[in-house]
T-cell receptor
Framework: DSGVTQTPKHLITATGQRVTLRCSPRSGDLSVYWYQQSLDQGLQFLIQYYNGEERAKGNILERFSAQQFPDLHSELNLSSLELGDSALYFC????????????????FGPGTRLLVL | GENVEQHPSTLSVQEGDSAVIKCTYSDSASNYFPWYKQELGKGPQLIIDIRSNVGEKKDQRIAVTLNKTAKHFSLHITETQPEDSAVYFCAASLGVSSNDMRFGAGTRLTVKP
């Protein structure tokens, strides 16, 4: 168990709908990362938050957005869903991205499996 | 930006044999190289990592080697067991203030009993 929790575990919805995925990082971790993993695909970085502020953006669609709250949990919002958005969505956390410091281990949650019908 | 390539994409071995997965990276400034194991229906789990000031690291049956000159690093699993069957991902990180971890495409390892 990595200490990162994600809810819900499974989500089934229809095209055009909007869903919210939730992530709680490990105790003490300030950074949260969101990744998308489509069938038989690698991990595609979506977005990173550090202590409530957006730190980096990857291949995140404009229909997707995220935020990190004062208690450090994060939510990923997916709107106007399309069939192609069906995927596993992972949240990861790390202690903090120290400027100029060494790379940090990211600890992954169990994921949310999203199915868009 | 950093680009990580991973080979092979699939690997099948007999129980007890060794398995080797290789990754190359493009940015010579990368300094942190973790390996993750992902079992079916679960999130990636860190199994071993290595930093650029070390050439090799071992943890029981798992070892990782790093060649900074050639910009490649490898995962070695000895005495493989059926429970080693999973998808393995390598990653490389520059270690700056924003996310800079790039993942390889993954290797599906099957250990046949």
């Amino acid at each position: 168990d990595s200490g990162v929790t994600q809810t819900p575990k499974h989500l089934i919805t229809a095209t055009g709908q909007r869903v919210t995925l939730r992530c709680s990082p490990r105790s003490g971790d300030l950074s949260v990362y969101w990744y998308q993993q489509s069938l038989d695909q690698g991990l595609q970085f979506l977005i990173q938050y550090y202590n409530g502020e957006e730190r980096a953006k990857g291949n995140i669609l404009e229909r997707f957005s995220a935020q990190q709250f004062p208690d450090l949990h994060s939510e990923l919002n997916l709107s106007s869903l399309e069939l192609g958005d069906s995927a596993l969505y992972f949240c990861a956390s790390s202690v903090s991205p120290l400027a100029g410091g060494p790379g940090e281990t990211q600890y992954f949650g169990p994921g949310t499996r999203l199915l868009v019908l | 930006g950093e680009n990580v390539e991973q080979h092979p994409s699939t690997l099948s071995v007999q129980e007890g044999d060794s398995a080797v997965i290789k990754c190359t990276y493009s940015d010579s400034a990368s300094n942190y190289f973790p390996w993750y194991k992902q079992e079916l229906g679960k999130g990636p789990q860190l199994i071993i990592d290595i930093r650029s000031n070390v050439g090799e690291k071992k943890d029981q049956r798992i070892a990782v080697t790093l060649n900074k000159t050639a910009k490649h690093f490898s995962l070695h699993i000895t005495e493989t067991q059926p429970e080693d069957s999973a998808v393995y991902f390598c990653a490389a990180s520059l270690g700056v203030s924003s996310n800079d971890m790039r993942f390889g495409a993954g290797t599906r390892l099957t250990v046949k009993p």
